[in-house]
């Protein structure tokens, strides 16, 4: 079985979705954010606050090159921002099959609204950041991805019964 990666933006449903699928096919899931958080023994926002965002991008980009040393079949959740390095999209192409978890802003607002756990996120108008990332994202996703999934207003059952199809 090939690995299964879901990108997207932050509060796409990627980690959510990912564990649930995993859980029903009895696979391992893995998160980078998790993994970073655990090798570091820091929250992404300590790690953010303490030694910056490029540090944080380097940590991501150690996680993938970890997750390829590993024997497939597992379902991955990579951070938000992890597609946008260039070498990171090469990574993934490699790693498995990139499934972009696509959410419209009105449901990504709703979804992250109150969040404080996330530093590109704090501070400041909460829609107006998510746009702006958005605007910068959008295509990057579209060219990580193999395939999209759209989780605007559909039930957590149904998206992953279509994830399903993509575990190959
Ligand atoms: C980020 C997304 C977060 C986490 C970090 C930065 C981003 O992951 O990696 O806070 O730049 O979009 P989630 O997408 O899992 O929230």
């Known amino acids: 079985m090939k690995n299964l990666i879901l990108i997207g933006f932050m509060g796409a449903g990627k980690t959510t979705l990912g564990r649930a699928l995993a859980k029903e096919l009895s696979i391992p899931f893995l998160d980078t954010d998790d993994m970073i958080e655990e090798q570091q023994q820091k929250k992404i926002s300590a790690i953010f606050a303490e030694s910056g965002e490029p540090y944080f991008r380097d940590l991501e980009t150690q996680a993938l090159r970890q997750l390829l040393e ?5 379902i991955v959740a990579v951070g938000g921002g992890l597609p946008v390095r260039e070498e990171n999209r090469e990574l993934l ?18 979804r992250l609204r109150g969040d404080t756990a996330r530093p590109k996120l704090q501070g400041g ?14 295509a990057v996703y579209e060219e990580a991805a193999d395939v999209r999934i759209c ?6 059952k149904e998206i992953i019964e ?7």
């Open 70 to 74: 590993r024997p497939q079949g597992m």
């Open 93 to 110: 192409k490699k790693l498995g099959t990139v499934a972009y978890l696509e959410a419209t802003i009105d449901t990504l607002e709703a």
């Open 125 to 138: 108008d909460l829609r107006g950041r998510i746009a702006e990332l958005m605007r910068a994202r959008r």
């Open 151 to 156: 989780t605007d207003k559909r039930d957590r």
């Open 162 to 168: 279509e994830m399903k199809t993509y575990v190959l």
